[in-house]
């Protein structure tokens, strides 16, 4: 098994909260992003009390009430299946807070977490405030939800987007990569890919690696399953039949998303 792919964990951390995924200092390479998914049961609660790090609770399927201090956001959530392709609501919560989240609905959520020093204002993320992006031609044709991209300044560290891709077709790519700290040419931002596929049978393909080959794997991602690109170019193939659907946290030491592409591939920008 790579050691870049995780499969969902599915373990019951209170009553009616499983634990699908956690990603941390402690478990992996990356020191700037930490992720984690929660499955919350209709009326059961996940707590958590944030140290050093910020993080940006996303209600990817279900309905969510969000509780940090007097800040209370109810019935949060937009969609029951990623699928619908509409943006969901999230909320940006600064470290050293306290956030509560309820489900109101049986809810999947989504934990993004990077290191943070200096608290910021608590932030009700909107889903209509999501920027929607149609992106590439040919068979590189995706949407994007921007959910925490870097022209918002909500947030120290963390960028959070959706991508979805069409059958048949490839994301992140050509393929690039942001794992020098080279601006204005190139950040580096430590990325992780949280992935769907819809019918939920499918799988598609992902390739990290570097320009030596240090680091070459090429995975077969299943639905639920997480991708960490410490490094590296990160592109995505979706095979004919099956639409592909990720949610994407990145964190570096700059919060700007500044990407090189694979000078081999780039080529296939220039196609009329
Ligand atoms: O293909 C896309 O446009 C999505 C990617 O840019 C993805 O968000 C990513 O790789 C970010 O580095």
Sequence with gaps: MSKLLRKPLQETIDDGVTLVHEV????????????????????????QTL???????????????????????????????????????????????????????????????????????TKFIKAEDNGVEHRGKY???????????????????LLVVEVYTETGNWSSYPPHKHDQENLPD???????????MDPPQGFVFQRVYTDDRSLDETMTVENGNVVLVPAGYHP?????????????????PERIWKFHNDPDHAWVLDRD
């Design 236 to 252: 995505v193939g979706v095979p004919d039949g099956y639409s592909s659907y990720y949610l994407n946290v990145m964190a570096g």
């Design 51 to 121: 140290e050093k790090e910020e993080c940006c609770i996303v209600a990817l399927t279900g309905k969510i009430n969000v509780t940090e201090g007097d800040h209370h956001f109810s019935d949060l959530g937009r969609r029951d299946n990623v699928f619908e392709k509409k943006p969901t609501d999230s909320v940006y919560v600064s470290n050293d807070r306290t956030f509560e989240v309820e489900a109101v609905t049986d809810a999947r959520v989504v934990l993004c977490y990077s290191p943070s020093e200096k608290q910021l204002p």
């Design 24 to 47: 941390s200092g402690q478990n992996s390479d990356l020191k700037y992003v930490g992720f984690k998914v929660v499955d919350v049961k209709k009326g059961a609660k996940y707590e």
């Design 186 to 196: 190139e950040s580096f931002l430590e990325e992780t890919y949280y992935h769907e």
């Design 139 to 157: 068979s590189n044709k995706r949407m994007v939800h921007n959910i925490l991209p870097d022209s918002d300044p909500s947030a120290n560290s």
